[in-house]
């Protein structure tokens, strides 16, 4: 796992440790110097502990006047014990809505597992935006099954890749943006 590094095709656009309204600004993060770890994993130095043991994410990219962000998440979500969304939301989260951020991508290729507890946090977080959404794009399918169990597809969307959004890290944020907008307005006209 200590190879696997948050996207960094977009540094040159966005850096969360330059953004002054970003949780992380400041964060510094060594090339060579592993400090995080998943149980007994050693994570690469780039992704950014916000206080969860098992899960860790990088915000990829924000945009203040389109109202997103995209972010990365490595790790195991475990809600069932380590309460991981609520760390994400009143860490994280939070401090976004509060800069006017009202829609969220989390990719989640990089989440091994899914251990659900209360929806509480995803239905506070569903009605925090509501003129935006949140969409879950590119987790494991054993992941999103969990997730379905539990029902947490009632305030977010969990979405499979598609042939807009599969190749994503070719894509530009902006790109991704707009093909996941139309998802889900295509789907909000559809019901």
């Not at 951020?101 to 989440?111: A, S």
């Not at 070719?170 to 006209?189: C, I």
Request: charged content about 25%.
């Amino acid at each position: 796992m200590h190879q696997i590094e948050p996207h960094y095709l977009w540094r040159h656009l966005y850096k969360a440790s330059s953004d002054v309204n970003s949780p992380f600004y400041r964060a510094q993060h060594s090339q060579f110097e592993y400090t995080n770890k998943i149980y007994n994993y050693l994570i690469h130095p780039q992704w950014d502990y916000y206080g969860s043991d098992t899960l860790l994410l990088k915000v990829l990219f924000v945009d203040y006047e389109q109202h997103y962000a995209i972010i990365e998440m490595i790790g195991e979500w475990n809600d069932a014990i380590n309460n991981d969304i609520a760390i994400l939301k009143r860490e994280v989260i939070d401090e976004l809505l509060d800069c006017g951020i009202e829609k969220f991508i989390l990719l989640g290729e990089n989440v091994l597992n899914f251990h659900g507890g209360d929806d509480s946090y995803y239905q506070e977080w569903w009605e925090d935006t509501p003129g935006g959404w949140v969409v879950f794009l590119h987790f494991r399918d054993h992941v999103m099954n969990e997730m379905d169990l539990v029902g947490i597809n009632n305030y977010v969307r969990i979405e499979e890749e598609d042939e807009t959004t599969w190749n994503w890290k070719t894509k530009k944020p902006e790109q991704l943006f707009e093909a996941v907008d139309r998802m889900v307005m295509k789907s909000l006209t559809s019901t």
